[in-house]
């Protein structure tokens, strides 16, 4: 699956990530952060799942409808677990994900807000 991988995400998540077998951008390889809105556009337009930390994310495209091609955030998921997780969300959750699915992962809890 192709991913992108906000800044705040882990940037080692990328490398496990495509050991995994994915096509992975990392944000933080990039020379300056355009902010969300681009990093999410560019998602979208390259039919990525956006990976992050931050719930702002969920926000623009629930809330101001800015097109994205599915995300998954981590609250509270260790740096070292993050491209695990995300490896087991896109295998459980591909498809949902194909069709612009919000996936909130916790410890103890997945939520999914599936596309409208």
């Known amino acids: 699956m192709k991913i ?3 800044t705040c995400v882990w940037g080692k998540a990328k490398e496990k990530l495509q050991r995994e077998g994915h096509d992975v ?3 933080g390889d990039w020379v300056e ?3 969300d809105i681009e ?3 560019r998602a979208h337009k390259e039919e990525r799942v956006l990976v992050t930390l931050d719930k702002d994310f969920g926000e623009l495209a629930i ?3 800015i097109l994205h091609s599915g995300i998954i ?3 509270n998921i260790s740096a070292m677990k993050q491209a695990d997780i995300c490896h087991s969300v896109i295998s459980r959750y591909k498809e949902m994900l194909q069709k612009g699915a919000i996936i909130t992962v916790e410890a103890n809890r997945i939520t999914i807000r599936p596309s409208d």
């Open 4 to 6: 992108l991988l906000d």
């Open 25 to 27: 951008i990392w944000a």
């Open 33 to 35: 952060d355009p902010g």
């Open 39 to 41: 990093i999410l556009s």
């Open 63 to 65: 809330v101001r409808k």
């Open 73 to 75: 955030r981590l609250v």
